[in-house]
T-cell receptor, first 112, second 113 residues
Framework: GESVGLHLPTLSVQEGDNSIINCAYSNSASDYFIWYKQESGKGPQFIIDIRSNMDKRQGQRVTVLLNKTVKHLSLQIAATQPGDSAVYFCAESGGGADGLTFGKGTHLIIQP | DSGVTQTPKHLITATGQRVTLRCSPRSGDLSVYWYQQSLDQGLQFLIQYYNGEERAKGNILERFSAQQFPDLHSELNLSSLELGDSALYFC????????????FGDGTRLSIL
């Protein structure tokens, strides 16, 4: 079946730099996308979401970009901090179904 | 703290047994979802309930069942347990259905010996 995937399993960035985490999806019916952060021993924590009628949405230090033409989603984290170290998942739903399809996750490592 | 409460945090049992996992959604949330997270399969959607009724099924085995009670808490029942059922089981909730962010609890870690 169709699924959401991530390009890189691990991303290492310097503290203070910007981080960009990418995600590709294949389901053309997907119209709702969410980024989650998961720390060790915790459940996925909601970061930001975007609907398919938008191509950009900003939150506090985070921006999500959606390119429907190439079915690509990205999460930008500004001024990365040690507390941003976690596994980041993109997830999508669509076609009237609410159950989320998750990507495999990117482990963000912050270098001091 | 997401506001979603799951109990127990850890569960250790043997093959062939049956267990029940419990979830209390965030106050005011009507929709409850169950997910399984394992190293080989990642995070997978199992089932969704909305206001007491089953709304959608994902990759849920026939040995697994769930329900949502009038007070909106939910239980996931896993029976005839196999070694491969060892995983983290997460519950999430959202206010309504549709374009709603789902908020996750911290999961129940199930270990089958």
């Amino acid at each position: 079946g169709e699924s959401v995937g991530l390009h890189l399993p691990t991303l290492s960035v310097q503290e203070g730099d910007n981080s960009i985490i990418n995600c590709a999806y294949s389901n053309s019916a997907s119209d709702y996308f969410i980024w989650y952060k998961q720390e060790s021993g915790k459940g996925p924590q909601f970061i930001i979401d975007i609907r398919s009628n938008m191509d950009k949405r900003q939150g506090q230090r985070v921006t999500v970009l959606l390119n429907k033409t190439v079915k690509h989603l990205s999460l930008q984290i500004a001024a990365t901090q040690p507390g941003d170290s976690a596994v980041y998942f993109c997830a999508e739903s669509g076609g009237g179904a609410d159950g989320l399809t998750f990507g495999k996750g990117t482990h963000l490592i912050i270098q001091p | 703290d997401s506001g979603v409460t799951q109990t127990p945090k850890h569960l250790i049992t043997a093959t062939g047994q049956r267990v029940t996992l419990r979830c209390s959604p965030r106050s005011g949330d009507l929709s409850v979802y169950w997910y399984q997270q394992s190293l080989d399969q990642g995070l997978q959607f199992l089932i969704q309930y909305y206001n007491g009724e089953e709304r959608a099924k994902g990759n849920i085995l026939e040995r697994f069942s769930a329900q949502q009670f009038p007070d909106l808490h939910s239980e996931l029942n896993l029976s005839s347990l196999e070694l491969g059922d060892s995983a983290l089981y997460f519950c999430a909730s959202s206010r309504e259905t549709g374009y709603q962010p789902q908020h996750f609890g911290d999961g129940t870690r199930l270990s089958i010996l």
